[in-house]
């Protein structure tokens, strides 16, 4: 959100130096900045959608850890890549709620991340 308004700022700017500065400066301003809030509200949906996908992912596999448990796999030969896989999982999961938590993505990511849990 603190995006739109820093680029709505932007605009307004552009309109106030377009009227009392040189207009090719002033048009300049309005251009970029409304270009940059239309690739904004562009990226928003597919941010999101693929947020959701990891989501669903990260659920999937959370499950399936609970259901198999590590210790199913601590005979096969498949132990390491799958605690590699659970590390990445809640790496990607921290980084994700700590982006959601501050005020510069929070649209670009959906609030259903932070009632996920890290896998155990």
């Known amino acids: 959100m603190l995006i739109f308004g820093i680029l709505l700022a932007l605009v307004i700017l ?16 309005m251009v970029l900045s409304l270009g940059m ?10 941010a999101r959608n693929q947020y959701i996908q990891e989501i669903y992912g990260f659920r999937d596999f959370s499950e399936f850890c609970k259901e198999t448990g590590a210790i199913g796999f601590k005979q096969s ?20 709620q700590h982006f ?21």
């Open 37 to 46: 809030i239309l690739v904004t509200m562009l990226t928003i949906p597919l």
């Open 14 to 29: 552009g309109v106030v130096v377009y009227r009392f500065a040189p207009k090719d400066v002033g048009s300049t301003i």
């Open 77 to 96: 030969e498949n132990y390491d890549e799958f605690m590699q896989q659970v590390k990445e999982k809640n790496i990607w999961l921290v980084r994700t």
């Open 100 to 120: 959601n938590s501050g005020i510069w993505f929070d649209l670009w990511i959906p609030d259903e991340v932070d009632l996920l849990e890290q896998i155990k």
